[in-house]
């Protein structure tokens, strides 16, 4: 079965501070993605990467960076964390169509 | 402009059938995935379209019209477990990523 596991599942940090997500899959996925959720808005890409120390910006980039050092590791950056970015968080891995879901991080920015 | 448009809520009966459908507008068009989400959980990949017609796997189906930019979910024989959110999500392109919709609630009454 194909594992997505994510750092944390809860995680508070307050406005002004560094975030770092983590994502760690075990397919050897070349794809990976970084997702946002929030209520009645449905899923929205935020990053993603096709091969090592490559990215491409999603739908809604802003106040975001990534790093991808390793195949198999994906991490989402929040430079100076804002109350608007409390959040889901949701990475993924697969192919464009069929990806593979962590259990996601649930961030509140205080 | 892009926009993927589905119900924001389906109620049905516990062994009934039920359709959740699914309308797109976007600059390309690959295919149509469907996804599951369980309160609390992570979307689960449930079938992807990239050609018209009927694609059945167990108890839920998947079709898609791509003169009428147009698919949907049928899920047959309903089980209370089937209660949860149904994201469709459209494929712009041959390594593009994909876009989600903002999600149908399934309601299953007993």
């Known amino acids: 079965d194909v594992k997505v596991t994510q750092s944390s599942r809860y995680l508070v940090k307050r406005t002004g501070e560094k975030v770092f997500l983590e994502c760690v899959q075990d397919?050897?996925?070349?794809?990976m993605f970084w997702y946002r959720q929030d209520p009645g808005l449905g899923l929205r890409l935020i990053y993603f990467?096709?091969?090592?120390?490559?990215?491409e910006k999603g739908d809604i980039p802003e106040g975001y960076s990534v790093s991808r050092e390793k195949k198999e590791r994906f991490s989402l950056i929040l430079e100076s964390a804002s109350t608007n970015q409390t959040s889901m968080y949701l990475c993924?891995?697969?192919?464009?169509?069929?990806?593979?879901f962590g259990p996601g991080t649930r961030l509140t920015v205080t | 402009g892009q926009s993927l448009e589905q119900p924001s809520e389906v109620t049905a009966v516990e062994g009934a059938i039920v359709q959740i459908n699914c309308t797109y507008q976007?600059?390309?068009?690959?295919?149509l995935s469907w996804y599951q989400q369980h309160d609390g959980g992570a979307p689960t990949f449930l079938s992807y379209?990239?050609?018209?017609g009927l694609e059945e796997t167990g108890r839920f189906s998947s079709f898609l019209s791509r003169s009428d930019s147009y698919g949907y979910l049928l899920l047959q024989e309903l089980q209370m477990k089937d209660s949860a959110s149904y994201f469709c999500?459209?494929?712009?392109?041959?390594?593009?990523?994909?876009?989600f919709g903002k999600g149908t609630r399934l309601h299953i009454l007993p």
């Open positions: 397919m050897d996925h070349e794809n």
């Open positions: 999500a459209v494929r712009e392109g041959r390594d593009d990523k994909i876009i």
């Open positions: 990467s096709y091969d090592v120390k490559m990215k």
């Open positions: 993924a891995s697969g192919s464009v169509y069929e990806q593979y």
């Open positions: 379209n990239a050609l018209d």
């Open positions: 976007t600059s390309g068009f690959y295919g």
